[in-house]
DNA sequence: TATATTACTGACCGCCCAGTCATTTACTCG
DNA sequence: CGAGTAAATGACTGGGCGGTCAGTAATATA
C-alpha cells in the first residue's frame, strides 16, 4: 500500500494519502467479512500502518464505516444523473448505457461491495441507513423510473406501473453484486456477468415491448397461461 | 412463549420445547441484527430460558446458527420439489403456482429473513454457506431451471439460456426479501409484494413469449433499441 | 546541526460477551 | 411424602477488541 518506503526509515509521513488508503482497506473487510467481524488492527495492518493513526483520522469504528459509505458512493449517483441527461436516443438505448456504465464502474469494482454491505448493516446502523437510502437508493430508483416513463410516453415500452417495474430491472443487477460478493466462490460454473447482465436485457426488451396485453391480469389472446393474480388470493 | 407457566413456578422443564423455541428466538434476532451483533443472553431471553440453558441444548453459538439454517431450510425445498413433480398443466402456471406457494410458505414468514441471513454470513461461515448452497441454492435453481426447460421443449417459451433466465426469475423473488429485511423501514410507500410479484410474472410471461426472436443480440424487426452486447465491449 | 513540530507507534486499559459450572429448583418414582 | 434425578439458573471467567495516550521517529525550519 505504502508506495515507497523510502531508503531504510520505518514509516514516512503520508497524511494526504492515508484516509483514502485506511478507507479502501475497511471496505474491502467490511464487505469480505462484515462490519463486525472486521478488526480495526486488521484495517489498519492492511493500509500499512497502527491501530494508533487510524484514529488521527478517524474518530471510532463507527466513523470509518459511514466515511467508507460516503465516499464511495459519492461518484456513483452523479454519474448516473448526469448520463440520463446527457441522452439522445431510444429509451432501451439508455437503459443498456446505464447497465453498461454502472458495471463498469460500480458493479465491477471494489464499490460493488457496498450493497452488499449495505443490506447486511443497515438495520445496525439506521442513520447510515437512512443516509443511503436518501442518496443512493431513492436517487437510483427515480433515476431508472425517468427512464421507463419516458419510454412509456414515447410509446416505446408498454404502460406498466413504473415503480414496480424499476425493481424488476434493478434486482437482477443488485442481486449480482451480492451473488459475486456471497456465493459466487461455491459456484460450479461461476456466473460471467456479461452473458447475465445481456440476458436481463433481453429479457426486458421482449417484456417491456408494447402490443401484447397490458399490466398484470390481462392476457391478448386465449393462451395457455392463465395469470392468477397474487392479490385475489387468501393471505398467510 | 412459555405455554402455561403451571401456578408460580419460577420455571418449568419443558426439554422437549426448548431447542425449537431457542432457534425461534435466534432466527429473529440473527435476521434482525445480524450474526455477530446478536448475544446469546437475548435470544435466550427471548425464548424465556437463561443463557445457561442455551447451553444443555446447542453446544455453541455457531452450532446454534447451523442448526437455525438446517432446520429452516429442511421443509422449504422438499416442498417445492413436490410441488413441480406433481404438476399438470402450463410451465407458466407451474412457475405462478411456484411463486406463489414460495411466497406464502417462506417469503411472508419469518423463513423469509434467511437468506439475507445467509448472504450476510456465508463469506464468515464456508462450511455453512456451502452447506447451504448445496441443500438450497442449487436445488432451488435446478427446480427453476427445469420448469424453463420443459417449458421451453413444448415451445411454451422461447429458447434462452435456462441458467441465466433461472436467474432473472428469482433475482426479483430474493431480492423482495432482502428488501423488506432491510430497507423497507426506511422507504415512503413501502413495496406491496403482491403486486410486486404479479408485475414480475407479468413482465416474465411477456419477456419469455416464442416469436420475439431468439436469444440476446437478435431482434426480429428494425426497432428503435439495437442491442449491443456486453460481450463485445471492452472490459474495464 | 540544533530545535520545534507532528505523524506515527504500540503497549495498555476496560468493557463486553461467549462459554462454564456449582447450585437451585422442578419433576419422577417408589 | 421423601429420595433421587434431571432441567434450569446466574454469577463468574478469560480472551478479544475498540479505544487511549505517552513516547518516538520523521520532517520542517533556520
Redesign the interface.
Known amino acids: 500500500m505504502n508506495s515507497q518506503p523510502k531508503h531504510d526509515r520505518r514509516w514516512t509521513r503520508r497524511k494526504e494519502a492515508r484516509p483514502a488508503e485506511l478507507m479502501s482497506a475497511a471496505l474491502d473487510l467490511f464487505v ?3 462490519y ?2 472486521t478488526r480495526l488492527d486488521e484495517i489498519a495492518a492492511r493500509a500499512g500502518v497502527s491501530k494508533g493513526t487510524l484514529y488521527l483520522y478517524f474518530s471510532s469504528k463507527e466513523e470509518l464505516f459511514k466515511a467508507v459509505i460516503r465516499s464511495g458512493i459519492v461518484p456513483l449517483i452523479e454519474r448516473g444523473e448526469r448520463l440520463v441527461d446527457g441522452h439522445r436516443g ?1 429509451s ?2 439508455l437503459l ?1 448505457e446505464i ?2 456504465t454502472w ?3 460500480i458493479g ?2 471494489k464499490l460493488g461491495g457496498i450493497p ?1 454491505l ?7 446502523f ?1 442513520e447510515i ?2 443516509f443511503y ?1 436518501e442518496e443512493v ?1 431513492s436517487r437510483g430508483h427515480q433515476l431508472v423510473q425517468a427512464v421507463l416513463e419516458k419510454g412509456m410516453k414515447s410509446g ?1 415500452f408498454r404502460r ?2 413504473a ?3 424499476m ?2 430491472i ?3 443487477l ?3 453484486l ?1 451473488w459475486r ?3 459466487d ?3 460450479g ?1 461461476p ?1 460471467h ?17 408494447p402490443g ?2 397490458q ?3 390481462e ?1 391478448k389472446r386465449g393462451e ?8 385475489k ?1 387468501g ?2
Chains 1, 2 share one sequence.
Not at 118 to 124: I, P, Q
Not at 194 to 209: F, M, R, S, T
Not at 224 to 231: G, N, R, V
Open positions: 469480505e467479512r462484515g463486525a467481524a431510444s432501451f438505448e443498456q447497465v453498461h458495471w463498469e464502474s465491477d469494482t452488499k449495505m443490506f447486511s448493516e443497515c438495520r445496525n439506521p441507513g437512512r437510502y437508493i416505446e406498466i406501473d415503480n414496480y417495474a425493481r424488476m434493478l434486482a437482477p443488485v442481486y449480482l451480492l460478493h456471497s456465493f466462490f461455491c459456484d460454473k456466473v456477468p456479461e452473458k447475465y447482465l445481456d440476458q436481463h436485457l433481453d429479457l426486458l426488451v421482449h417484456g417491456l415491448k401484447a396485453g399490466g398484470s391480469g392476457k395457455t397461461a392463465k395469470i392468477i393474480s397474487m392479490e388470493r393471505r398467510r
